[in-house]
């Protein structure tokens, strides 16, 4: 069993920069895929990005390539999310996930097994 919990979520004005943590109790070593996802009001959970365990490989979606960075440190059982130059499009609630795989991670928040609780991010223009 996983537990993940994020934090680092705050008020920000657009242009400005968060770093997301998401701290998982439970073994998540290299076999384990963490991704982000996020959720606007009113709208559907969509991926942000992921790190594979065993190659450290990132993937992004378009809307946040080279403003984002996923990180994460396996000796701390933690994963990170570098958010810069944000726009009041990226507020929206920030969750974590976790899947046990060796394939590349999914971009759908089907293919995950662990959540956390959820980060807000609110963007002021």
């Known amino acids: 069993q996983v537990q993940l919990v994020e934090s680092g979520g705050g008020l920000v004005q657009a242009g400005g920069s968060l770093r997301l943590s998401c701290a998982a109790s439970?073994?998540?070593?290299?076999?384990?895929?963490l991704g982000w996802f996020r959720q606007a009001a009113g709208k559907e959970r969509d991926f942000v990005a992921a790190?594979?365990?065993?190659?450290?490989?990132?993937y992004y979606a378009d809307s946040v390539k080279g403003r984002f960075t996923i990180s994460r440190d396996n000796a701390k059982n933690t994963v990170y999310l570098q958010l810069n130059s944000l726009k009041s499009e990226d507020t929206a609630v920030y969750y974590c996930?976790?899947?046990?795989?060796?394939?590349?991670?999914?971009?759908?928040?089907?293919?995950?097994?662990?959540w956390g609780q959820g980060t807000q991010v609110t963007v002021s223009s």
């Open positions: 439970g073994r998540t070593d290299s076999t384990y895929a």
């Open positions: 996930a976790a899947k046990r795989t060796y394939f590349r991670p999914g971009v759908t928040s089907s293919a995950y097994d662990y």
């Open positions: 790190i594979s365990g065993s190659s450290g490989r990132t």
